[in-house]
Each structure stands twice: as C-alpha cells, then as structure tokens.
C-alpha cells in the first residue's frame, strides 16, 4: 500500500522537531508534522519558525505545503514509511525519569501504527527506554522496528549542525538499521551504529559532560572570586596558546531544558551514584544564589534596583525554559529594592522595553545572558555584574 508520507516527525513543532522536519522536507522528501502545539501550527503553517532558528524561516518558505505538511490529527502517523517521535523528556518535578508518561504516549499512539514501519525515537530518554518501547510493540502485536537516533544539535544551530554532526544510529535489528542509515545519510554526512542502550548513553553522557564544565569553570570562578581575585585574568592567561586548555570554559549560568536533567537522567540511573553530577548541579544552580549573596556583601541590596540584562537561557536564543536568569530574578524580587528584566528576543509585558531603560533605572546591571546585541551598550558608570566577561573587562566593572 502506498503511503502519503516518507516521515511524519511526532513534536515536529518543536526545537529539535521542526529543523529536522524541514531538513528532510528541503530535500524533497515528503514530511509531516504532527504536533498538539496549536499555536505553533499555525505559525509554521505561515511558513514561519516559531522560535529563533538559523535559516528556518528560510526552508520553510520553499517545503511548506510543497514537501512538508502540517497536522494536528494523530492519523499520519499510519501515513508515513517512518515515524520520528520528538517529544519533550517526560522527567518529573526532582527530574526522575517518568517511564509511564512515555508508555501512555505510545499506547494512545499504537492504533496509528502499521505493520513495517519504522519508530524512530529521537528525544533523549532515559538508558533502557528503547528496549521498553520494543517490548511495548511485541506486546501489542504492532510489526514496528524500533531505533533510537539520538538529537545532538545545539538550538540556534540545528540546521548546520544536522548537516556536519555524525548521526548516532541504533536500532534493534539490521534491517531496520540499514534503512535509517540510508535515511540519514540524505541530511548528513556521517553514521555511526551503535547499541541502542550504547546510543542512549551516549546522548546522557555528552550532555553530562558539558554540564560538569561548565560546573568546573563555575567553581573556579567561585574560588577566585571569594579571594578576591578576578577569575578572567586567570581564565585569559591559562587559555592563552595553551592548547591543553582548549574547552576550558567561561563562568555563566548553566542552564536550559537539557543539560541539567540529562545530568540528573545518569544519576537516577547510577542509582544516584554520579557524584560528580550531583556536584555540578549544586555549583551550576546554586550561582545565582553566590551572584547574590556577593552583592549582599559589597552593597546594602535593600536599598538597590538591580536589572537581569537577559532572560533566555543562553546567548542569542529566544528560549527562556530553566533560564537560571529567572532563579536570580525571585532571588532579588526577595532582597533588593526592585529588580528589572529586560531580553533582546524574549517578548514579556513585564519586561522593560530596552536595555538602555534598564540601564537607566537600575543601580546594578546583572548580565544574565550573554546577547551578542548586548555587546555594543555603554553603562554610564553603573555598576555591572558580567559573570560571561562579555565585556571583557572582568566579572565587576563599573
Ligand atoms: N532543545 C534542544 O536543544 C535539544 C537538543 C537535543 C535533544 N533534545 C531533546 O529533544 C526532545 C525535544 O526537545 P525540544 O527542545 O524540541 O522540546 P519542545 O518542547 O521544543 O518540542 C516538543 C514538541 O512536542 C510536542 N508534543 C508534546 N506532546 C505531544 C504529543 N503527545 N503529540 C504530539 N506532539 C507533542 C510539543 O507541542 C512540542 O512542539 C527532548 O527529549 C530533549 O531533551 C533537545
């Protein structure tokens, strides 16, 4: 029988859903979104990205309603030769994995799927997911090859990244493995095959990884900071042609939707025995709370307004999920006269307008996302708090 779609990308809405969605669809393949977002479905249904994507607006300008199509029915599922599930990590409030969440997603989902197709799971899950959801199918008697094709982009940069990143493939047979290699190969240059369980470790152990350096750069910045000396000045001479310091990171908030509870997925599953992450996550949120209690020291806080410059969670992003620029917000709302927030592409009524107005009414600037927009401002001598040294004039310049 044929079918209406190569791909229908499930949360193809999303960050990692709709690049890849349009990667496919830009190269003539036939994709379909489906997604529960209404909101976002109308806005890529108007051949725009709903979020800050490089060259998004771009592809979906050429694909929609040519080579990529947009649903809210769970029907297309049945439609397409492969089904890319992309959903958010279903974690619960202290960031434990929540296999039943992703369990009912399937089931409610099972009367879609059809005999010979082909499950590609792309959101980062917890280790042994796969493998459940392969059971899953054999249980319900759906002829359904599961693989476990973990995302690696990095938002803002997807589309690039899809093209140069290898593609990490797994799946639980050979057949199945041959065809998404195929699959892959269309987007990107590179495969590398691996076990399913392989793959979703890979995935949590890069994330980790990342989260541990920034932790160690927080830390470090931490202790130079409280013997006060000017962490940048060590940071620029040790990283200086030295090539053994390459990746040696700046201090900053180290946040979003992922790092920190895929951090927290391997230490659930260590069985809560990965100490350095459980380490990292201490250093990386608690800085907010070591911003504040310097202030506390240097200034009468009370008497101060302070302005968060940045409230997404990463520089030239529009995304403000698990920004810790809003942990640093309720931290101040508690102990200073009153706190401003300003972003250069977060759109919030509460919110001032422009970081000039920010500027202009706060006794302290806080930069809590290092904007690339934001480099070019002049303070007027207000004291400024730059824990990313965007300035390049230290943590505390005024
Ligand atoms: N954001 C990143 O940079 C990034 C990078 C690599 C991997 N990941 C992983 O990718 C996954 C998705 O992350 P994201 O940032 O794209 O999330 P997102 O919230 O931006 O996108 C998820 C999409 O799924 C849709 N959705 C949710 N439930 C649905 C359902 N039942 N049926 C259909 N659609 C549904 C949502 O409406 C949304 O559009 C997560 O596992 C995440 O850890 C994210």
């Known amino acids: 029988m044929s079918l209406k779609y190569d791909i229908c990308v499930v949360g193809g809405c999303g960050h990692v859903g ?3 969605a349009a990667a496919f669809a830009k190269k003539g393949l036939k994709v379909c979104i489906y997604d529960i977002n209404a909101a976002a479905l109308k806005t890529v249904q108007t051949k725009k990205a709903p979020f800050l994507e490089k060259g998004l607006d771009k592809i979906l300008k050429k694909t929609v309603d040519k080579t990529l199509f947009l649903s809210n029915q769970p029907a297309v599922v049945s439609q397409a030769k492969f089904v890319v599930v992309v959903i958010g990590t279903p974690v619960d409030e202290y960031l434990n994995p929540k296999f039943n969440d992703i369990r009912s997603f399937f089931i409610k989902l099972m009367p879609q799927f059809r005999q010979g197709q082909i499950l590609i799971l792309r959101s980062t899950v917890f280790p042994g997911t796969s493998a459940l959801i392969n059971k899953l199918f054999k249980k319900h008697r759906k002829q359904v090859e599961v693989t476990f094709c ?8 997807a589309l690039e990244e899809l093209s140069e990143l290898p593609q990490l493939i797994s799946g639980f047979s050979r057949k ?3 065809q998404i290699e195929k699959l892959f190969s269309k987007i990107a240059k590179e495969t590398i095959e691996l076990t399913p369980l392989e793959a979703e470790l890979a995935k949590i152990f890069i994330n980790s990884f990342r989260y541990l350096r920034f932790a160690i750069a927080n830390q470090f910045f931490q202790i130079a900071n409280s013997h006060g000396v000017e962490y940048y000045k060590i940071y620029h ?4 042609n030295y090539p053994r310091a390459k990746g040696f990171a700046k201090a900053g908030f ?6 920190l509870k895929d951090t927290m997925q391997l230490a659930a599953f260590s069985r809560n025995t990965f100490f350095l992450g459980h380490a990292a996550m201490l250093i990386n949120e608690g800085l907010p709370n070591y911003i504040m209690s310097q202030l506390k020291l240097k200034f009468d806080l009370a008497e101060k307004k302070v302005g968060i410059l940045g409230m997404a969670f990463k520089g030239d992003s529009d995304d403000p999920r698990d920004s810790l620029s809003y942990k640093l917000k309720k931290l101040l709302e508690l102990e200073s006269q009153e706190v401003f927030c300003q972003d250069a592409y977060i759109k919030d009524k509460r919110f001032v307008k422009t970081p ?7 006794d302290i600037v806080i930069i809590g996302t290092p904007h690339t927009q934001y480099r070019k401002l002049t303070f007027g001598g207000k004291q400024v708090v730059d824990i990313w040294d965007l300035y390049g004039k230290g943590v505390m310049f005024k």
């Open 356 to 362: 000039q107005e920010l500027i202009r009414r706060s």
């Open 176 to 178: 199945a493995i041959t």
């Open 18 to 20: 709709l690049p890849l």
């Open 254 to 259: 180290a946040a979003g939707p992922c790092l």
């Open 237 to 240: 001479a040790i990283t200086h």
């Open 150 to 157: 973990p995302e690696r982009i990095a938002e803002g940069k």
